[in-house]
């Protein structure tokens, strides 16, 4: 039919609209707003695919034709095939990401499911260190920081859902022009403790490919 096309974060936004979808089933009873829903949930769902073809189209609008649980847990099932996986990288490529940890603690890779993956994350607790890498702009780039638990639930800067969070604070590669050479400025934001979760929950990459580009320059 087609290849796949459809990223984790917008996977994620899709689930989120269906949910959205059958609430109001559950709980409207006109028709004529039940229909208004429908097609909304259609449009919000095209958005996120400004340049799908005609065959992805069909797939993504069937959602307006949904009416059980069952006809919902079916279409999600569907779509899976057609989730980009994240880029295969390796141990080796990572290492080079952050040369100076020389005894750099990487996760096993091929535990991980890339295709809901929109970053790779981990913690060193030895040296309380997150560390995260995204592909931007067709290549790989790696973050490191200081990883502190807050011990307290708010809303993560990346995908923007209420849960358990941390502080990330990395320290930004670019500097003032005639910066001292002891100069740095540290980046700091409130993420997901878990960054399997916010994977979960992540429907925009805009947060985070700004963080991204406010550390790296």
Same mark, same amino acid.
């Given at each position: ?7 984790n974060h917008?996977?994620?936004?899709? *689930?989120k ?7 109001a ?6 028709? *004529?707003?039940l229909e208004?829903?429908?097609q909304?949930?259609a ?15 069909e ?7 949904l009416e059980?649980?069952? @006809?919902?847990?079916k279409?999600?099932r569907?779509?899976?095939?057609y989730?980009?996986e994240?880029p295969p ?7 080079k990401?952050?040369p100076?940890?020389?005894?750099? *603690? ?13 970053y ?6 030895s ?5 995260i890498?995204?592909?931007l ?6 973050l490191?920081g200081k990883y502190t ?7 993560c800067?990346? $995908?923007?859902?209420?849960e358990?969070l ?15 050479? @002891?100069?740095?400025?540290a980046?700091?934001?409130y993420? $997901?403790?878990?960054?399997?979760d $916010?994977? *979960?929950?992540?429907t ?14």
């Amino acid at each position: 039919m087609c290849g796949p096309f459809i990223r984790n974060h917008q996977y994620n936004d899709i *689930k989120k609209q269906a949910g959205n979808l059958q609430h109001a089933l559950r709980t409207i009873a006109d028709r *004529k707003v039940l229909e208004s829903v429908r097609q909304g949930t259609a449009a919000k769902i095209a958005e996120l695919f400004p340049d799908a073809s005609g065959l992805q189209k069909e797939l993504l609008e069937s959602i307006v034709n949904l009416e059980t649980s069952e @006809d919902f847990h079916k279409y999600l099932r569907t779509l899976e095939p057609y989730i980009v996986e994240f880029p295969p990288i390796t141990e080796k490529q990572i290492q080079k990401l952050f040369p100076k940890n020389k005894k750099l *603690k990487i996760p096993n890779l091929t535990e991980i499911d890339r295709r809901y993956v929109t970053y790779l994350s981990w913690i060193d607790i030895s040296t309380n260190k997150l560390f995260i890498v995204y592909h931007l702009n067709g290549q790989f780039v790696g973050l490191e920081g200081k990883y502190t638990p807050t011990n307290k639930r708010s809303f993560c800067f990346i $995908c923007n859902r209420y849960e358990d969070l941390a502080l990330f604070s990395a320290i930004a590669k670019k500097r003032p022009a005639k910066a001292s050479a @002891d100069y740095y400025k540290a980046v700091g934001n409130y993420l $997901c403790m878990h960054g399997q979760d $916010c994977n *979960k929950n992540i429907t925009d990459v805009s947060s985070l490919e700004n963080f991204i580009n406010t550390v790296i320059g």
